[in-house]
């Protein structure tokens, strides 16, 4: 397949975005290594953007890079889903208490219209439609916050949680409790009161961890046990 670049979508941005795909649907398991040749092979691109697309996945927590060894997809980790959540809540708890005096009408608005699709989301169970719905909503009140530098650590941190939020889609059962912890959280907002919208937020994010730490316990003993078999 060749690169189609349209726009402002660069050959890398493309590069990236479809190694990032196969290893959240699978096709690139975990450990797999990363051959550039073939990549460049795959994707009808050069060395360059290929190399840069490797290291813009690694900062997201994608890939390892190995000096004389190369690239290879990350492993899932306990330790890291853990330290990954610990900075989230913090961080997320502070932006929306920042964010709430500053609402706008049409945020507010927005967030109501978000709120009403991710309700649909999880009547029929279109749990990869309610990840993306939860992240706007999280996002049309971060960015409230009027703190830049803060919205941009939360997002590098959402990215680098991606992996691990993909295992959503095996709870269920967490999907109208995160519903609920989410029109709480508008509620607060449309009352004004930014500590405990903060609190919800943190809530909110604690909550999903607590979810998502059983599931990848159980997927690591799985394939620990695949490779000893």
């Keep these: 397949m060749k690169a189609k670049v349209n726009g402002p979508v660069t050959v890398t941005d493309y590069v990236t975005r479809s190694i990032r795909e196969r290893i959240l649907s699978g096709t690139y398991p975990p450990g797999t290594k990363l051959d550039q040749h073939m ?4 994707f ?3 060395l360059i953007p290929v190399r840069e697309s490797l290291r813009q996945l690694e900062a997201q927590g994608f890939v390892r890079l190995y000096p004389h060894k190369g690239a290879y997809v990350a492993e899932l980790s306990l330790a890291e889903v853990k330290e990954i959540y610990f900075v989230r809540e913090l961080l997320e708890a502070a932006a929306a208490r920042l964010a709430v005096p500053r609402l706008s009408t049409e945020d507010k608005e927005r967030l109501a219209h978000c709120l009403a699709r991710m309700e649909s989301a999880t009547a029929s169970g279109d749990y990869a439609r309610l990840l993306e719905l ?3 909503f999280h996002f049309i ?3 409230a916050s009027g703190n830049q530098l803060l919205v941009e650590l939360i997002r590098s941190l959402w990215d680098r ?3 691990y939020r993909h295992l959503y889609t095996y709870l269920p059962d967490r999907a109208p409790r995160a519903l609920a912890e989410h029109k709480r959280i508008y509620r607060l907002c449309l009352s004004g009161d930014a500590e ?10 604690r909550q999903t961890v607590r979810g998502l730490i059983p599931v990848l316990r159980a997927r ?5 046990a695949v490779q000893s078999s």
């Design 39 to 42: 990549l460049v092979e795959e």
């Design 44 to 46: 009808g691109a050069s």
């Design 134 to 136: 939860n992240r706007d």
């Design 141 to 143: 009140i971060y960015e």
């Design 161 to 163: 949680s991606s992996r």
């Design 196 to 205: 405990a919208a903060g609190r919800a937020v943190g809530n909110n994010v």
């Design 220 to 224: 690591l003993v799985g394939a620990d």
